[in-house]
């Protein structure tokens, strides 16, 4: 799986596609805020919906959008809640809401198809990620902390 589009990718919609922001990676013409959220997404997916706890879901909106690269999917204003997904078509979310409510308890899990290669992506975002490790199943996974300093599990996909 490539993390650029394909060469000479530039057309007249590419400005819808990848926004307006400044150029990204040099001599390449492709722009960069929506193609970096791209490269991020293309290399994660939720494994299961879950409900996350958080001081201020505004900000952490923010983050898990910027970060993560995350879409809101759901809007719920009466609970305070919103769900992000990579896409509206994902049947998996995570849903952020004020920390007084009760959670599962369960540490959000991310599933990467390159371990390495999202770290690197998610260091180069300002994301404060741990080292790889390796559990009893050979399986390479590590952990991320969010604004509120929840851990969120990224690991090799299944």
Known sequence: MSLFPPEGYQNS???QIFGDGPEFVGARNYRNHAWRVNAVTSL???????????VDVAAASAWYIDKLGLRQVVLDNEEGCVALAF???D??????GPRS???DGATPMLYASNVERAREKLISRGVCVGPIKEDRQGTHYFVIRDLDGNPIEITKEP
């Open 101 to 103: 409510r009760p959670a």
């Open 91 to 96: 049947m998996t979310a995570i849903t952020l």
């Open 87 to 89: 896409s509206k078509k």
């Open 44 to 54: 994660l997916r939720i494994a299961d919906s879950l409900y996350v706890g958080v």
């Open 13 to 15: 919609e590419s400005s």
